[in-house]
């Protein structure tokens, strides 16, 4: 199951990955050098402790006994040293079970033998407690009581400075390798979305880690073998339908002037006519590309859909607009859009019912609505029908042309950052929309 709040970028996840590694190094690296220098530690302090045990031992011994407490109140004043006298009753809490102290119980008893205990607290007193023997007999046994501060090791604050300047260095050049590395990756996602959008992106820097360098090279032959195609296809395209358009000329003449029968010269010009159609599909199929590049230029929707809609008379019917329907756009291209849109309907829908042209906003977008009253097409199908070269004849009979002009239309309103919808109409009938971005760039 994946983590809610684990970042989706590369970049991120990489960095706290290696980050996340770099802290559980360091932390491991100061637990192994504390128990390193535990056992040594605790072998200095027992050697200190039996020092100064034999130290006191050896001053009271030698001192008179009027004298002993002057000796005490020396070392008290001077070392931080206090003895007490060990009684049967006393009441002691034992240190906690750490490594140090475990390793300093065994290195006391060896130095001062084992009957010498440790304790922290002493009759309600905290410290470092050490018994210790200086004459035989139960009023022989002694504590010695040290400051905590020589078992305990505080750390400088110093250092915890100098460890969080490393700590930010070494998380800055994480951050700055990770950066190096995964930039080339955002500029082969930048270039692969602009080649997704059918456009041609510019060739990408060849450089960093051989693998990087390869992908970068794939992606750039691929992009140039893929500008090439298209460059192929539209010229292939362009060729043919012009060598196809001069015989076709010819033949509407020969039509006219060698064909008697007026019913026959009619339906040869019929299909005349519809293979000129097809062809013209198959340049505006080609032609969308060259958008690529030009800059958009301030367009008046409702101007260009009142004149669209004058030229058909009384078979289309454009609705008033009702608020301002400005954009900056391509023209021509959208008028061949909309143009094909109200062809496709007049085609399929007959002249039952005038074709309406409508403007509205949605949601911050402006929409180019189509409206017939034909026979409609069933949704499931509306996908399919904007792929090149398909029709839908199951739905809307009669269908003629190469199944090119909702696919023109569908690279129009891409090219200007929007899309194609074919819906049901109520009441029967299809709405195609022309749906754009109030705001696409230039």
């Known amino acids: ?35 390193a220098e535990m056992e040594p530690r605790a072998r200095m302090l027992a050697q200190t402790i039996a020092s100064v045990s ?11 006994p009027q004298h002993r407490i002057d000796v005490l109140a020396e070392l008290s004043d001077t070392e931080g040293l206090h003895v007490y006298p060990a009684d049967a009753g006393d009441k002691i ?12 119980e065994q290195e006391l008893h060896e130095r001062l033998g084992p009957e010498t205990r440790l304790a922290f ?18 009023e022989g046994n002694f504590w010695l009581a040290l400051p905590r501060e020589r078992l305990e090791r505080r750390l400088p604050l110093y250092w915890l400075g100098w460890g969080a300047v490393v700590l930010l260095l070494a998380l800055a050049g994480a951050w700055l390798i990770v950066f190096r590395i995964t930039r080339p990756l955002k500029a082969l996602e930048v270039a692969a979305r602009e080649l997704g959008a059918g456009r041609t992106p510019a060739p990408l820097v060849e450089r960093g880690p051989d693998e990087l360098v390869a992908v970068t090279h794939a992606f750039n032959q691929m992009s ?12 292939l395209l362009a060729g043919i ?17 060698s064909v008697a029968d007026a019913e026959a010269r009619a339906g040869m010009e019929a299909d005349i006519a519809e293979m000129d159609r097809t ?9 969308p590309q060259a958008l690529e590049g ?23 019917q454009c609705r008033p607009a009702s608020a301002d329907f400005s954009l900056p756009a391509h023209p021509e291209p959208l008028r061949r859009a909309i143009v094909n849109l109200i062809e496709n309907a007049l085609r399929h829908a007959g002249l039952a019912a005038p074709v309406e042209l409508e403007l509205t906003r949605e949601d911050g977008r402006i929409v180019i609505a189509v409206l017939d009253r034909g026979p409609g097409i069933v949704p499931a199908e509306a996908e399919r029908l904007k792929q090149p070269f398909t029709r839908g004849e199951a739905a809307r009979t009669g269908a003629g042309g190469a199944g090119l002009g909702l696919a023109i239309v569908e690279r129009i309103a891409r090219a200007h950052g929007g899309g194609l919808e074919l819906l049901p109409r109520d009441g029967g009938g299809l709405t195609a929309r022309i749906v754009l971005p109030v705001g696409c760039a230039n």
Not at 279 to 287: E, K, N, V, Y
Not at 297 to 306: H, I, R
């Open 1 to 35: 199951m994946p983590l809610k709040h684990w970042p989706r970028s590369l970049l991120w996840r990489a960095f706290l990955l290696i980050a996340t590694l770099m802290l559980v190094a360091v932390a491991a690296w100061l637990a192994i050098f504390r128990e």
């Open 54 to 64: 034999n130290l006191t031992r050896t001053a009271l011994l030698a001192a008179r």
């Open 93 to 104: 809490e034992p240190p906690p079970p750490t490594a140090l102290t475990r390793y300093l």
């Open 121 to 138: 607290v002493l009759n309600g007193e905290p410290g470092l407690f050490v018994s210790f023997r200086i004459f035989a007999g139960e």
């Open 224 to 235: 140039a073998n893929l500008k090439q195609l298209e460059e192929d296809r539209q010229l």
């Open 241 to 257: 339908s012009h060598d196809l358009r001069t015989p076709l000329t010819r033949l509407r003449m020969e039509t006219e002037l």
């Open 279 to 287: 062809i013209g599909q198959f340049l505006d199929f080609a032609r």
């Open 294 to 316: 030009k800059k958009k230029v301030p367009t008046d929707l409702a101007t260009l859909l009142a004149e669209i809609a004058g030229r058909y008379g009384e078979k289309v």
